[in-house]
């Protein structure tokens, strides 16, 4: 995270104004007691990192979000960011292309090409590309993708949603806060994104069920806040029938299904509304002009996957559940770094393949 933070920081000034980076902080609010001594908890663990993180009185998170109701204290960190992602993706696209990174869009890679055991190109809709070393970032998509290659990654996606709210009263906070029912985010452009962890929705499939054990400390910790469903609409990764195997030469899952565009789950969008009203009642419920959603990958432990798959060329960079943004950076530096068996200079035992294999012990290090 801190490393995260300082690649950001280091940006040139005018890519970071391009991009929208700001300072706004983050915080997150407890409602009770027991949520206050697990941030003292995560605070007594983050401390030896160096970070700005501190706690807040009941008096402070008044000062800061005046006529709030129900807040006992927070957990705030000053010096996290924000930037766009529409807007940053592509200005970070098009100083890697000046930098002599090729960028090829629609072609969907369709699998490794082997040779004597080791990757000798990447087959894609538009021809091969020739090369021994691979990094497999596909987000959701990345253990569909492995397992045509008999290589298991437990990952499933959740999909998530967000509301866009109009202008709310001048002077209304323009950082990011969540609690334990909502997350708020003030937009540069005017309004603020809200989310509600109880819009959450999973699709059940065969990937779910295979992994069930896997993922039951998740589902048993996100009980309440995520909506099952029996299917995913035809053509996501863990759709019934989406093919688990395909020729290079049959239409694969990447063709069929190019953009994973989940509706948002508009049935939240009221609950949103009256949890925000009842948060600020001066306010009241807001009124939303937008929404989308997005499905978030995640491993078991919610850790991100960074390390070498057991096929010699092939890296993993996935996993990255709900801060795969915010932690780019960093993650992109130490792939680059291991593929070119680089010191990472950075202990990545956290985030190897082979933890939810070989018996190592499992937490779910933090909400999605
Ligand atoms: C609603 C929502 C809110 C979020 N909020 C935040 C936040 O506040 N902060 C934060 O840090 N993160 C946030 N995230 C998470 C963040 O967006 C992800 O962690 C991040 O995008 C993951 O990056 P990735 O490169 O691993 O995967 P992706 O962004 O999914 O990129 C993978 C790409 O690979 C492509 N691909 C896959 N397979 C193939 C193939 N076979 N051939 C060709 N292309 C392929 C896909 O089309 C996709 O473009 C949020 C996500 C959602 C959905």
Known sequence: MMEAMRLWQDLPQRMRDAIGFKQTGVTYLARDASRMAAFEHWLDQARPYGIDTR???????????????????????????????LVTVPVLARAAVADGVIIRECSAVLGLEMSAGSISGVVTETGTVRCTRVVLA????????????GVKLRQLSVVSSVFTTTNLPAGFACGAFADDRLAIRGKAAGGHNLTAWSSNKFFIGPDAVRNFGAFLPHLISDF??????PAAPEGYPDAWGTPRRWNNTDQSPFERCRILNPHPDMASMAQLQSQFASAFPSIGAPEIVASWAGMIDVTPDTLPVVDHAPIPGLVIATGMSGHGFGIAPAMAKMVAAIVEARAPQHDLLAFRYG???????RHVSSAI
């Open 138 to 149: 596909g987000g959701a998509w990345s253990s569909l993708f492995l397992a045509a290659h």
């Open 355 to 361: 933890r939810f294999f070989n018996g190592s012990p």
């Open 224 to 229: 309440r806040s995520t909506k099952l469903r």
């Open 55 to 85: 706690m807040l009185s009941r008096s402070a998170v008044e000062a800061m979000l005046p006529n709030s109701a129900g807040w006992i204290g927070a957990l705030q960190t000053p010096s996290d960011a924000q930037a766009d992602p």
